[in-house]
T-cell receptor, first 116, second 112 residues
Framework: SAVISQKPSRDICQRGTSLTIQCQVDSQVTMMFWYRQQPGQSLTLIAT?????????ESGFVIDKFPISRPNLTFSTLTVSNMSPEDSSIYLC?????????????FGPGTRLTVL | TQLLEQSPQFLSIQEGENLTVYCNSSSVFSSLQWYRQEPGEGPVLLVTVVTGGEVKKLKRLTFQFGDARKDSSLHITAAQPGDTGLYLC????????????FGAGTRLFVKA
C-alpha cells in the first residue's frame, strides 16, 4: 500500500485567511482524492484531483473555495480559501490502489484545521 | 441515492464483550472495505471483501460479505480497549462511476 504524508498535521487559522494543505505519496498514483471529515462524522468527498487537468468537484464544493493542484503523480495540494469557523474540520488526502479489480483507498494522517 | 447504512452508530461496551457492526445497502458492490480510524489519525484499511459469502478473519475480527454482495458485517470477539475507534465501511457500487461511498461510521468505545 502507498505511504501518504500530509502537511501541516494541524493548524489554527484566523477567519478570512487561506491555508494550503500538501499531500505527498511515495509512489505514482493515478487517482488522488480530498475528503473532509467534520467532528464525529464520516467522510465527505470534496474532489478528485486529476493530474494534468482540473479537479472534479462534488456537489456543494467549488473551485473558488477549494482550489486543488495536481502537478504530478505523487503530489497534490488543497487550499481552503477565505476560511470561516464552519471550515473547521479534518481534511484527508487519499489515493486509490487499483490492484486487479479491487479498488482500495489509502489515507493520509489528515490535517486538523481549526478556524477562529 | 446510493447509501451504505451502518449500525449501530455508537457502541460502548466492556472489555471482553463481543459485538457486531453492520453495513447494508440496496446496491450491489464489487467489493467492500472496512476501515478503522483512531482519534487524530486517518482511516486505516482493515480488510477488503470481494466474493459473495466470503468470510475473512483478522485476529479477533471477522468480516463477512453477504451472498448478494449488498451487505457486510464486522464481528469483534473479546473486545479490548485498543479496539476503540471509528469503524467505516466503504465500497463502490456496481452501477458504474468511480466514486467510493462511505458509511456514516460506528463509533466503538471499549471500557477497561
Amino acid at each position: 500500500s502507498a505511504v501518504i504524508s500530509q502537511k501541516p498535521s494541524r493548524d489554527i487559522c484566523q477567519r478570512g485567511t487561506s491555508l494550503t494543505i500538501q499531500c505527498q505519496v511515495d509512489s505514482q498514483v493515478t487517482m488522488m482524492f480530498w475528503y473532509r471529515q467534520q467532528p464525529g462524522q464520516s467522510l465527505t468527498l470534496i474532489a478528485t484531483a486529476n493530474q494534468g487537468s482540473e479537479a472534479t468537484y462534488e456537489s456543494g464544493f467549488v473551485i473558488d473555495k477549494f482550489p486543488i493542484s495536481r502537478p504530478n503523480l505523487t503530489f497534490s495540494t488543497l487550499t481552503v480559501s477565505n476560511m470561516s469557523p464552519e471550515d473547521s474540520s479534518i481534511y484527508l488526502c487519499s489515493v486509490e490502489d487499483r490492484g486487479g479489480r479491487i479498488n482500495e483507498q489509502f489515507f493520509g494522517p489528515g490535517t486538523r484545521l481549526t478556524v477562529l | 441515492t446510493q447509501l451504505l447504512e451502518q449500525s449501530p452508530q455508537f457502541l460502548s461496551i466492556q472489555e471482553g464483550e463481543n459485538l457486531t457492526v453492520y453495513c447494508n445497502s440496496s446496491s450491489v458492490f464489487s467489493s467492500l472495505q472496512w476501515y478503522r480510524q483512531e482519534p487524530g489519525e486517518g482511516p486505516v484499511l482493515l480488510v477488503t471483501v470481494v466474493t459473495g459469502g466470503e468470510v475473512k478473519k483478522l485476529k479477533r475480527l471477522t468480516f463477512q460479505f453477504g451472498d448478494a454482495r449488498k451487505d457486510s458485517s464486522l464481528h469483534i470477539t473479546a473486545a479490548q480497549p485498543g479496539d476503540t475507534g471509528l469503524y467505516l465501511c466503504a465500497g463502490r457500487p456496481n452501477t458504474g462511476g468511480f466514486k467510493t461511498i462511505f458509511g456514516a461510521g460506528t463509533r466503538l468505545f471499549v471500557k477497561a
